[in-house]
């Protein structure tokens, strides 16, 4: 079989949060780059994950003159908080540094593709059998078959794997490169996509188990229960879902047909280093955050950012210096929001639950909360670290 070559400077492999936005910064910069996507368009564009855009990722898209991709359905933060036994207990928010959106994954996904192809990217849909090659020698080499069957390679100085924690990039390195920092919670989320708008908006402590209710456009809600490791989600029927919704929350929730359940295993992951020879890891593909901490997308942006300003600098000035430190400029802010993660997900859960770490932790992690609402110092940190601005 004949096989097409192409060249480019960068090959991105996954058009998500990750890979577009890096896509983008570099077609701004005159760096030639190929993104590569495994699935449909339509599918990208449809499929539902994490829906926070922090003040760090919108201040970074107005720097980059990309404002225009938070446009249309995202929302401004609605009015909400923690519920602790049935009682609204709202943070304060310092509303001059705080500019977050509520903005669904596929309406980020969308715009970035959009202006993506309108400014000429070469966005490649339907990739199929990606195998990376000479990741340590030479120019790397992306091999794959196109939406019509077809042989395509393309050679790179540089690839961006932007894949996901299940995609070819990182399986590409060899294990014993890599070392795997891995924290399992021990309770799961059944996370629950309904057609409702979000009332109440927030998280819920309750003896029962945590909740959260988050919006994911105006009409569109994500609900959160937490549950077993071992359920699944033909355990939670629709009825029981709204009165565990309304049991943990102490007031009813707006209802509207369940579209989509899934049962999601709470864990924490980071991968080091990020990089292999020429093959840099973004996102997911390097890195997994529990969604209590809302800031997937945020540590998504922050990779795609820093490894745009290393390729810049080495175009620019024949330098790679910054593509050499890309994995230690990374992992410490990594590492600072993995910290956050685990500390806003260990005490929210164990301060509803009794039954998961006993008596003693529920009451400690009540006192946690308590500070958050007591003490300026304590609200201003937490509010850095929910801002993404620490």
Not at 21 to 27: D, E, I, P, S, V
Not at 142 to 157: H, K, M, N, P, T
Not at 381 to 389: H, I, K, M, P, V
């Amino acid at each position: 079989m004949t096989t097409t070559r192409d060249d480019t400077a960068v090959v991105i492999i996954g058009a998500g949060v990750a890979g577009l936005t890096l896509g983008n910064f570099l077609l701004r910069n005159g760096i030639e780059c190929i993104v590569l996507e495994r699935h449909p368009r339509a599918y990208v564009e449809k499929r539902q994950r994490a829906g926070t855009i922090d003040t760090f990722g919108v201040r970074m898209f107005r720097e980059w003159g990309l404002e225009e991709v938070l446009a249309g359905d995202p929302i401004p933060h609605s009015e909400g908080g923690f519920y602790i036994d049935g009682q609204a207990m709202p943070i304060d928010v310092d509303e001059d540094n705080n500019e977050s959106l509520y903005c669904p994954q596929q309406v980020l996904v969308r715009n970035l593709t959009e202006v993506f192809l309108r400014e000429g990217g070469d966005l490649r849909y339907q990739a199929a059998d990606v195998a990376l090659e000479n990741l340590t020698e030479g120019r790397p080499v992306v091999r794959y078959q196109d939406a019509d069957g077809a042989a395509r390679a393309i050679d790179s100085d540089f690839i961006a794997g932007c894949d996901g924690f299940h995609g070819v990039s990182r399986r590409s390195i060899p294990a014993t490169a890599l070392t795997e920092y891995s924290h399992e919670y021990g309770y799961s989320w059944l996370s629950v996509l309904a057609a409702t708008p979000t009332s109440p908006s927030g998280m819920a402590i309750h003896e029962l188990g945590l909740a959260g209710m988050i919006p994911r456009g105006p009409e569109t809600s994500r609900i959160y229960l937490q549950c077993a490791v071992d359920d699944t989600p033909e355990q939670w029927p629709a009825e029981r879902v709204w009165s565990e919704l309304e049991a943990r929350f102490g007031t009813p929730p707006s209802r509207g047909e369940i579209l989509s359940k899934q049962i999601v295993p709470l864990r924490s992951v980071v991968f080091d280093p990020m990089s292999h020879g020429k093959l840099y890891l973004l996102g997911d593909a390097a890195h997994i955050v529990p969604p209590m901490s809302a800031k997937g997308i945020h540590l998504a942006l922050h990779d795609a950012e820093v490894f745009a300003r290393a390729v810049i600098h080495h175009a620019q000035e024949g330098d790679s210096t910054l593509l050499d430190s890309y994995s230690e400029t990374c992992l410490p802010h990594i590492w600072n929001y993995q910290a956050f993660a685990t500390w806003i997900t260990d005490t929210m859960h164990n301060a509803g639950c009794t039954g998961f770490e006993g008596e003693f932790k529920k009451q400690i992690a009540r006192a946690e909360l308590q500070r958050q609402f007591a003490s300026e110092s304590a609200n201003k940190l937490f509010s850095e670290l929910t801002a993404g601005t620490n």
